[in-house]
């Protein structure tokens, strides 16, 4: 299993999304990281974010001989969105990823200096093609949240549902003109 859940053990509705997760898509117990974190969801800086997930996430890893295991790492509900620095922010997520990128305050549009990754885009197995600005080991981060833990347990449901299943309509994938922000559009008929 390359996953880890991270659950905030401050909040029951977290350390409940998180075993649920675990339970839906059979992650063993001993990707579950339990951290602890006080404040609110909206922001943090990025030492409380160092102090509270990345540090613990690490020491696990290595305590549990996972470090050339894991390549996703699922925060649960009620940690923060935001890292912010100096003005400047960044998403939690796209922190752990990448690490915090400065100076894109100026300039919200465009991806910041050092953003570019191999991987995205590249239909490649991540391992083969990790961003080369990730410190350390990259991971590929995602958070599961919402207002209330019925529905973040819903968007649980919807992924588990959804597996190995393709769409009953026609799809066109359309790339667009914008060099900057190369988007691609799916469209179901």
């Not at 996953?3 to 029951?12: A, G, K, P």
């Not at 339990?34 to 690490?58: H, K, M, Y």
């Not at 912010?84 to 990823?97: C, H, I, K, S, V």
Request: hydrophobic share 40%.
């Amino acid at each position: 299993m390359n996953v880890v859940v991270i659950v905030n053990q401050n909040s029951t509705n977290s350390v409940q999304l998180g075993n649920y997760y675990c339970e839906q898509r059979g992650v063993p117990p001993q990707n579950l990281l339990r951290t602890s974190w006080t404040g609110g969801n909206v922001q943090w800086t990025t030492t409380e974010l160092t102090n509270a997930i990345l540090n613990p996430f690490v020491a696990m890893l290595s305590a549990r001989q996972l470090t050339n295991q894991i390549e996703h790492v699922v925060l649960s509900m009620d940690f923060p969105y935001r890292v912010t620095e100096a003005g400047d922010a960044n998403g939690t997520t796209a922190a752990l990823f990448y690490g915090f990128k400065t100076n894109i305050s100026n300039n919200p549009c465009s991806l910041p200096g050092g953003s570019f990754n191999a991987y995205a885009g590249s239909e490649g197995v991540f391992r083969s093609t990790p961003p080369i600005t990730a410190p350390g080991s990259p991971f590929l981060v995602t958070m599961i949240t919402s207002s209330n833990l019925a529905l973040a347990k819903m968007i649980v449901d919807q992924g588990v549902a959804s597996d190995a299943t393709f769409p009953a309509q026609t799809v066109y994938l359309a790339k667009g003109d914008d060099r900057i922000r190369k988007h691609a559009v799916l469209e179901l008929r």
